[in-house]
């Protein structure tokens, strides 16, 4: 079994998962310890049934208040439960460990955070002069490109894609690594035939622990940007969607001085933060099924007692936005304030 540390627990693993933190503490007797988690293959044909299926389940993803089951044809069979158990069964032979791990260690995971009980966030964290940011966006709003480019101005990556916040205000360690489509990747320079797809399938390329410089030690959350997408961008089809592959982020209206710009904007109000917390946070469907809404509520009221919730919109396209990162300091939002909210048009104001 491998041993690794992610989001503060303990975790043992029959599949190496390169994009966790080793426990190096286990690998001696004095720092053996019992994991909070353990993975192991396993047949969904042995799993009990669930006795109270949640209305809030689909015909691929099956929940309960304890149990979260996911089947995904041409990949396999996942199961987490109790917050401490994670099986996982191949769909066939041809199904890649680099296949299952996409799934283990963000879904999967996922799930048993919530089961345990933890603010999980959609959303990449990244530390610099001993504190945090968190950029909260859904899927393919930037957040990997954005985070690229600052850690090529010093920051270190700390969790991408979820990002778990304690009762302290403490951000942990995660799943460190970075996925980035193929445009992204040709835009950024990197030399995207010498990386490995995320899956098979997929454009989309994985950098993981040792192509990135990273953060090892819980940090104090201090801001957390939504990334925004213009009401123009959100009906777009893929098709349409920019060649690079980043967020369109201003309307029609803005003038091209102003797309050339990060903006930000604060959220005046509570419910308007809330909200914000509340839809980003990681699979809000897990939340509701698994019967944690409640305690999802409580910690993101909790939260925003410590930290505010901004609003940034970068500008449109990869190279602008490289060079206008480089006057940006996200520990000073009010130096990218407007006077007036863009007229982008946010996902939850839609």
Known sequence: MHSYTAFGLRISSDLQLPELAQDLAAATLAGAAVPEISIAEGSHHDWPAIPALSPHSTPTLAMAAADWRLELEGVGWFRAWDGTRLSWERWDDSVSNRDVRTFLVTSGIGALLIQRGALVLQGTTLVREGKA?????FPASGKSTLAWCLLQQGWQLLSSEMSVVDAQGLVWPGVQQLKLWHDSAVALDLDWQQLPLVRRGLKRYALGPADLPVAADPTPLAFIYGLGRSKRANHKSEKEKPKEGLI?????????????????WARKSEREALL???????????YRAMEQEASLFLQASQLLKRVAVNELIAPD??????SALEAVDLFNPEALFREEKPLAAMEDEA
Do not use: C, W
């Open 317 to 322: 396209g990869i190279t602008t936005m490289r």
């Open 248 to 264: 369109t982020t201003v309307e029609d209206a803005s003038s091209s001085s102003e797309q050339e710009l990060f903006r930000a």
């Open 133 to 137: 940011v968190l950029l909260l966006g």
């Open 276 to 286: 914000k917390l509340r839809n980003h946070a990681y699979q809000p469907r897990f």
